[in-house]
């Protein structure tokens, strides 16, 4: 039986203010909890009008109060826009506030534009891409009892920890979507997170790659790996496909570089996909072939047999069921309906 997680990028609708959003998605991390999900993980994205989750630390700190069994985790925390000091700090805290329960999803993407990845370097602090594989291992040692050595070039070392007193650690994860990401993970002895729900593409190569060039650590002998999926599940497939379709549109907006806008509700992208161009309608067919939309009982048959296909015990679910214009705009009945509908399937 496959285990299921949850991965949650504080969707904005039409008409809905952040604190709204967040009310939305706090609530949805409680259904996850008493629906028996694994893991409950916020992305990392900046400045984008549909989504509100920018500071996944923050989030994961509400979340935890929130609930009581899920694990909570980042998916990711990008690590060129951050110190690594800073990041094992959150984490280190995080650990404290909800122990056992935490995860560090780490990613090598900006996850912004290079406007917003400048701003977020303002210090001239944080990381670069180049840097990725050093940093990783930074966080992991500070996050460590023994902590970090800084060694100087005059001579002397200096020991820096990302807490006082850990009696814990987060567990690290690196994400990716490409063959760089998975042989990293593989050579650290590290879980991987394929991230399937953004592309897809190069899936089989990643994951062979990791599997096969794997490097067993003390902490992980052998490979761990999940995927990550849109998924959509209504009572009908009318109604899944109609919830799918706003979120769909942001994507096909994405991938042409038009202007972002919050997430139509389903009523104007219905009537936005009536009159949708060739090249709209051609991302969004696209899209939609690599999701799951359905019934609850199609769509927890499909990913329990891609998660067959791939040889992974888990699957992280995207829930990308948009709200119609009469639903509450501090609560996702589509996305709650959807991790139901699911669980009671599986």
């Known amino acids: 039986m496959t285990a299921l997680s949850v991965l949650d990028l504080v969707p904005v609708r039409t008409g809905q203010t952040s604190a709204e959003a967040i009310a939305a998605s706090l609530s949805l991390a409680e259904a996850a909890d008493r629906l028996g999900y694994r893991r409950y993980w916020f992305a990392e994205h900046h400045n984008m009008p549909a989504v509100a989750s920018t500071t996944p630390p923050v989030l994961i700190a509400a ?26 700090e959150q984490f280190a805290a995080l650990e404290a506030i909800a122990p056992g329960r ?24 944080t990381s670069d891409v180049e840097q990725f594989p050093r940093n990783v291992q930074d966080i992991a040692a500070l996050l460590s009892g023994e902590g970090a050595t800084v060694r100087f070039t005059s001579g002397g070392e200096y020991t820096v920890r990302a807490t006082p007193a850990a009696t814990g650690t987060p567990e690290l994860w690196l994400l990716g979507s490409s063959d760089y990401s998975a042989q990293l993970a593989a050579s650290h002895g590290l879980p991987y997170v394929f ?44 109604e899944a496909e109609a919830r799918a379709l706003p979120q769909l549109h942001m994507m096909a907006r994405l991938r042409l570089n038009q202007p972002l806008t919050a997430l139509e509700t389903v009523e104007q992208a219905l009537e936005a996909s009536s009159v949708a161009d060739a090249a709209t309608q051609q991302v969004v067919e696209a899209a939609r072939s690599r999701w799951f939309v359905g019934t609850g009982a199609s769509v927890a048959s499909e990913v329990q047999a891609f998660a067959d296909r791939y040889g992974v015990d888990e699957v992280m679910l995207s829930p990308v069921a948009a709200s119609y214009e009469a639903e509450p705009l501090d609560a996702s009945p589509g996305r709650v309906q959807t991790l139901e509908l699911v669980a009671a399937a599986l």
């Open 63 to 88: 979340a935890a109060a929130r609930t009581t069994r899920l694990r909570l985790g980042s998916g990711g925390v990008m690590l060129p826009n951050h110190a690594p000091l800073i990041v094992a």
């Open 102 to 125: 935490i995860d560090l999803g780490l990613g090598r993407a900006p996850g912004s534009d290079p406007v917003i990845t400048q701003l977020l370097r303002g210090s001239g602090t």
């Open 195 to 238: 991230a399937n729900h953004f592309s897809g593409h190069g899936l089989e190569r990643a994951l062979d790659l990791y599997r096969t060039g794997y490097q067993p650590s003390e902490e992980h002998p052998e490979p761990r790996t999940f995927l990550t999926v849109n998924a959509v599940a209504a009572p009908t497939q009318e």
